[in-house]
């Protein structure tokens, strides 16, 4: 199964940017959908966005016009770019595929991304 692994989560202050990455074990062009998802503590996994093998996308209300996903199949990597930060966006972030007629793959590390001043 392809894996997938997700980085670059920093310390950053409230209106920084950052941007993730999520490496894939393999083709990326295969998996129909890459969801990037959060979970803040004490609170339960949010959906943030997806990324289709169409190149579509879609974001939670939450982060649209902040957050953008992209892909670059070449290097089997999916990036969220994540500006004008907030406090709320502190959580840990993860990456993860979605196989029709199976669901999610299962969960990593994530990466923790906090935005403080």
């Known amino acids: 199964q392809v894996q997938l692994v997700e980085s670059g989560g920093a310390l950053v202050q409230p209106g920084g940017s950052l941007r993730l990455s999520c490496v894939a074990s393999g083709s990326i062009f295969s998996i129909n959908a890459i969801y990037w998802h959060r979970q803040a503590p004490g609170k339960e996994r949010e959906f943030v966005g997806v990324t289709t093998s169409t190149g579509s996308t879609n974001y939670a209300s939450s982060v649209k016009g902040r957050f953008t996903i992209s892909r670059d199949n070449a290097k089997n990597t999916v990036y969220l770019q994540m500006n004008s930060l907030k406090p709320e966006d502190t959580a840990v972030y993860y990456c993860?595929?979605?196989?029709?007629?199976?669901?999610?793959?299962?969960w990593g590390q994530g990466t923790q991304v906090t935005v403080s001043s």
């Open positions: 993860n595929k979605w196989l029709p007629g199976i669901g999610f793959g299962s």
